[in-house]
């Protein structure tokens, strides 16, 4: 583990707290950081330049959002995936699955290098019910995974040739190989455990570096892993519930952190008197990559 402490500092950013803050993004193009409140079925944003905030109702809980085309978000909500129209907030279905499980809701989410998104359902009772599913621009899905309880930590290398994936429950962070086809995942191999910290892994992602930073929702803590699988760093978070991971600013140095202040399911409930918030993590001494578009080329 790397002894180099780099001196950080922790900043909230939002007043308004979230029960359930999720999968932050950051759009360079209109220099703002997206993110969801799941159980108040909102998606948010936060314009750092301008100090503005807003927001859009979302018809059901909200999992996971990634950056379209055309002024749009993709977004993993209860039932299935959606477009959503950032300049009309109407919500457009690109893939519900026939016939829909109630017992199930999409969670995490992420937009891989090749522009197409993936989303993982889970169980509304961590039942292994999830399933781990593709969508194409075109509409064509592929069904990658399924018997997830929590589908959790996904993103990508920085090449795209790697994927990261975890059902939190195991406490397992697990890489495949991956690229532009539509060939089924093969055998991953294991790449962190995270049961020696005590947490199960929730959101994650990928700096400049090709090295994986992840939320320890559990302990209040933030690792970041090597390629190679490595502890190479291991920080505190803003607040005891960190929940998901993006890096943004206009120079991709700020490492955006969204948390949890009651999950809506009794598993997650904090104490911190700013659980909720969003925050962000200067001074890191890394930087992100730009999050691709779906749809994008």
Known sequence: MSTIVPSITRVRISETADNLGESPVWDGETGRIYWVDSVSCLV??????????GQWEAPSMVGSIGLGMNNTLICGLFDGLYSLDLATGAFTPRFVPDPTDPLVRFNDGKVDRFGRYLCG???????????LYRLCENGETDMLANGIRIANTLCFSPDG????????????????????????LTEPRMFADTEIFASGPDGATVD?????????????RIARFAPDGRLDRLIAAPTDMPSCLAFGGPDLSTLYVTSIKNSGSGRAISRHPHAGCLYAIEGLGVKG?????FGQN
């Open 289 to 293: 990559l730009p999050e691709t578009r």
């Open 44 to 53: 948010r944003y936060h314009a750092p330049e301008t100090g503005e905030f």
């Open 161 to 184: 040739e790697t994927m990261y994936f975890a059902d939190s429950l195991d406490r397992k962070i697990r890489a495949y190989k991956y690229g532009d086809n539509r060939e089924p």
């Open 208 to 220: 400049a570096e090709g090295f994986l930073w992840v939320a320890l929702v559990q302990v209040g």
């Open 121 to 131: 359902t889970m169980g509304i009772h961590a039942d292994p019910r999830g399933t």
